[in-house]
């Protein structure tokens, strides 16, 4: 006989989140093994005495490696996968009826925090891999790699620093106790003249865009770190690979360790 499943919402259920979420879970693991009550006291410089509560520390650091952990790197996709999740909100200490941080509560947060937060964050949590034998610090394996950065070629925006160098300079020669700068202005000049040379009948901002038959804004030649950056993500670098085309990329410093295949990464701005 063909089985139909009807299903009546119940007005009231008898429901434990402790119970939903099996005690073998990933997200349990880790919670008994991740200690993070020391951010309490790192972040303490970030906050007044008074005012409304922020975001819980602990909370923020755990939604970011949940976000880390599934490669969510949108903000709104990030708190749409904790909420859905029972175990992620066990994991982060937020019931079935509480609701989560705002998206923007998140990204204002992140700002907040200084680097030196996160850095203490990454000693501590390699400390614990140290003292629970998953890393040995013996036998290494060191690499790296580029991650795509979520910013587009076309944002590319050229420096302008050349004039404002030789102002610079010439403003450090008339002040200057000892006239040696003479070297430097001519350095400064030479790659002056270059740029004129190289970029000449070429768009160099968004002051001057120049656009072919077709529509398409013409892009110059000559596109690298020292010439060009992004607005939008300042982190980001231009990098080569070969056959490839040029992109923006963050390098990633690879490094796993033999004892347990530990492996932590660090991106190098």
């Known amino acids: ?142 690499d790296s790699a580029y991650i795509k950065a979520n910013a587009s070629m076309d944002s590319l925006l050229e420096k302008e620093v050349l004039e404002d160098a030789s102002a610079y300079v010439n403003e450090l020669e008339e002040n200057s106790e000892f006239k040696v700068t003479t070297e430097r202005k001519k350095l400064v000049e030479r790659h002056h003249n270059w740029k004129k040379e190289e970029y000449k009948g070429m768009p160099g901002n968004t002051k001057s865009q120049r656009f072919d038959e077709d529509g398409k804004e013409i892009r110059p030649k000559f596109l690298s770190n020292h010439t060009h950056y992004s607005p939008t993500d300042p982190d980001a670098k231009i990098s080569v690979k070969p056959g490839k085309a040029r992109q923006l990329n963050y390098s990633a410093q690879l490094s796993v360790d033999d004892a347990n295949h530990v492996q932590p990464v660090g991106l190098e701005k």
């Open 1 to 142: 006989m063909q089985g139909r499943k009807d299903f009546t919402p119940q007005l009231f259920y008898e429901l434990s989140l402790d119970r939903l979420v099996p005690q073998d879970n990933f997200y349990r693991k880790v919670n008994q093994c991740l200690h993070l009550h020391f951010l309490y006291k790192a972040t303490c410089v970030y906050y007044g005495t008074e005012g409304q509560q922020s975001i819980d520390p602990v909370v923020f650091f755990k939604i970011l490696l949940v976000g880390y952990l599934n490669d969510l790197n949108s903000d709104r996709a990030l708190l749409r996968y904790c909420s859905n999740c029972l175990d992620v909100r066990l994991f982060l200490g937020y019931d079935l009826n509480e609701d989560l941080p705002w998206h923007s509560t998140i990204s204002r947060t992140r700002q907040l925090f200084g680097e030196e937060v996160f850095l203490s964050l990454f000693q501590k949590v390699l400390s614990m891999c140290v003292a629970n034998g998953m890393v040995r610090g013996k036998r290494q394996c060191v």
